[in-house]
């Protein structure tokens, strides 16, 4: 089993910065990517960025350029820097994490953002 803690929400102005960060426990040997998804309200929830234990990251169109993920695979974590915040990245953003060669998934408890405009 894996536990995801996320933390570094909150409120900021458009254009301001967040860092968000999660902290895994338990069985994280077995883990293989690490990521963060959002959802907004009354929409579904979507993919931000991805990154597995190589190194190879995935972001979502919406915010490449803008955000950068980044895991310390020694300190079981995975940060996601926001620049250039805009309004429509209000939600809340859970932490993901997978197991190797399954299907299984694990989430964080979720951490909500909020971008004033």
């Known amino acids: 089993q894996v536990q995801l803690v996320e933390s570094g929400g909150g409120l900021v102005q458009a254009g301001g910065s967040l860092r968000l960060s999660c902290a895994s426990s338990g069985s994280i040997s077995s883990i293989n990517a690490m990521g963060w998804y959002r959802q907004a309200p009354g929409k579904q929830r979507e993919l931000v960025a991805l990154i597995i234990r190589s190194g190879r990251t995935n972001y979502a169109d919406s915010v490449k350029g803008r955000f950068t993920i980044s895991r310390d695979n020694a300190k079981n974590t995975v940060h996601l820097q926001m620049n250039s915040l805009k309004p429509e990245d209000t939600a809340v953003y859970y932490c993901?994490?997978?197991?190797?060669?399954?299907?299984?998934?694990?989430w964080g408890q979720g951490t909500q953002v909020i971008v004033s405009s």
């Open positions: 993901y994490a997978d197991k190797y060669a399954t299907e299984i998934e694990y």
